[in-house]
């Protein structure tokens, strides 16, 4: 069962910048996506960012131009550098990792969160 253990979360002012690292207990180079999702309270998980096993990303359109996620495979570790945080920021955010089974399922892993919270 592979784990993911998010960190670097907390407060900081707004314009403040914070990087999340998300360390998996196993090899992320099979997986097909890695990604960071958030959760705000009384409002849906959505997706931040994800960057496939190709490298290649997508951003959700509020933190686009801000947030940049990175992987590197040798440390089976997920980076989200957030810079301009906002207010509007505020949530947990979940890393997530997707694996393609032998069964062309994905099978989706997920974090248990890091809080961070951004102060006008």
């Known amino acids: 069962q592979l784990q993911l253990v998010e960190s670097g979360g907390g407060l900081v002012q707004a314009g403040g910048s914070l990087r999340l690292s998300c360390a998996a207990s196993?090899?992320?180079?099979?997986?097909?996506?890695m990604g960071w999702y958030r959760q705000a309270p009384g409002k849906q998980r959505e997706l931040v960012a994800a960057?496939?096993?190709?490298?290649?990303?997508n951003y959700g359109d509020s933190v686009k131009g801000r947030f940049t996620i990175s992987r590197d495979n040798a440390k089976n570790t997920v980076y989200l550098q957030m810079n301009s945080l906002q207010p509007e920021d505020t949530a947990v955010y979940y890393c997530k990792a997707d694996y393609l089974t032998f069964g062309g399922d994905i099978r989706a892993y997920w974090g248990q969160g890091t809080q961070v919270t951004v102060s006008s």
């Open positions: 196993g090899s992320i180079a099979r997986a097909n996506a």
């Open positions: 960057v496939t096993s190709a490298g290649s990303t």
